[in-house]
């Protein structure tokens, strides 16, 4: 079992930056990919970054590209998603995860956080 915990949530205005934090501990592994996917009301969980945790390979989808930054701190079974520029549509419930396969679909991830709220204000 890998237990995930989330923080560094919060309110920000529009342009603004934040920087989430999650917490691995249990059974990790270097064998994981890792991933930090939102979820809006009324919306479906996507996928806002992967990273290989062994490699530090990192994936982000277009519609976060040169604004989000996802990294990890191996020593401190530590991942982070760095925030910039940040618009209302940023506003989600933000989930870390871990599974086996690095994929953008939530459902190749084993292991979830509780998630932290982001709310972006215009």
């Known amino acids: 079992q890998v237990q995930l915990a989330e923080s560094g949530g919060g309110s920000v205005q529009a342009g603004g930056s934040l920087t989430l934090s999650c917490a691995a501990s249990g059974r990790t592994s270097s064998n994981i990919h890792m991933g930090w996917f939102r979820q809006a009301p009324g919306k479906e969980r996507e996928v806002v970054g992967v990273?290989?945790?062994?490699?530090?390979?990192?994936y982000h989808p277009d519609s976060v590209e040169g604004r989000f930054t996802i990294s990890r701190d191996a020593a401190k079974n530590t991942l982070y998603l760095q925030m910039s520029s940040l618009k209302p549509e940023d506003t989600a419930v933000y989930f870390c995860?871990?599974?086996?396969?690095?994929?953008?679909?939530?459902?190749?991830?084993?292991?979830w956080g509780q998630g932290t709220q982001v709310t972006v204000s215009s």
């Open positions: 990273i290989t945790w062994s490699t530090g390979g990192t």
């Open positions: 995860a871990a599974g086996r396969k690095a994929s953008i679909f939530p459902r190749d991830y084993d292991y």
